[in-house]
């Protein structure tokens, strides 16, 4: 089945430097999405790309989505406090009629002072 | 707020016991998902339901059942409890040809 992995893990970084995490996907997306879990809360959508090479920035946030939609990253610069949280690719997965949204196994971002 | 409200927020549950949580989707959205979030499993994509019809499914243990009612909203029905079912158990749902999905606060399930 598909599978989509994230990495680094884990990352620390000082507030104002900057992170990236990657995102692949073992099989070629339609889109893929973004996602930010608070410490303690539920899953928030940030984003979606569709297209092949698509760019998009929300703020300090870039999205990309590889040419071969199979990957993408999400860069942020100048981290600060409140970004804090876990960061979660997906892609959706036409299954039978239905819509099997595949969750990365995320990317945990901790930011000091 | 997502507008997705679940039901109850915290749970604890003896093993072998059956439990139910309760969904209702943002307005006007046909679809829900549940997931299981637990700290080695990330985010494990359950069951999805279309107005009221079971559409994809995903590692969903037999123990496991869910269903998506006339009014829209959703139950997952978790038997024979085990202490490796204890998770955060999130509903969400989309708008009609949407993929983004919006979910829950979650009900945290913990099984002793």
């Known amino acids: 089945g598909q599978q989509v992995m994230q990495i680094p893990q884990y990352q620390h970084v000082q507030e104002g430097e900057d992170f990236t995490t990657y995102c692949n996907s073992s099989t070629t997306l339609s889109n893929i999405q973004w996602y930010k879990q608070r410490p303690g809360g539920h899953p928030v959508f940030l984003i979606q790309l569709v297209k092949s090479g698509e760019v998009k920035k929300q703020k300090r946030l870039t999205f990309q989505f590889g040419e071969a939609k199979k990957n993408s990253s999400l860069h942020i610069t100048a981290t600060q406090t409140t970004d804090v949280g876990t960061y979660f690719c997906?892609?959706?997965?036409?299954?039978?009629?239905?819509?099997?949204?595949?969750f990365g196994t995320g990317t945990q971002l901790k930011v000091e002072l | 707020d997502s507008g997705v409200t679940q039901t109850p927020k915290h749970l604890i549950t003896a093993t072998g016991q059956r439990v139910t949580l309760r969904c209702s989707p943002r307005?006007?959205?046909?679809?829900v998902y549940w997931y299981q979030q637990s700290l080695d499993q990330g985010l494990q994509f359950l069951i999805q339901?279309?107005?009221?019809?079971?559409?994809a499914k995903g590692n969903i243990l037999e123990r496991f059942s869910a269903q998506q009612f006339p009014d829209l909203h959703s139950e997952l029905n978790l038997s024979s409890l085990e202490l490796g079912d204890s998770a955060l158990y999130f509903c969400?749902?989309?708008?009609?040809?949407?993929?983004?999905?919006?979910f829950g606060q979650g009900t945290r399930l913990t099984v002793v």
């Open positions: 969400a749902s989309s708008s009609i040809g949407g993929t983004e999905a919006f």
């Open positions: 339901y279309y107005n009221g019809e079971e559409r």
């Open positions: 997906a892609g959706p997965a036409l299954t039978g009629g239905g819509n099997k949204l595949t």
């Open positions: 307005s006007g959205d046909l679809s």
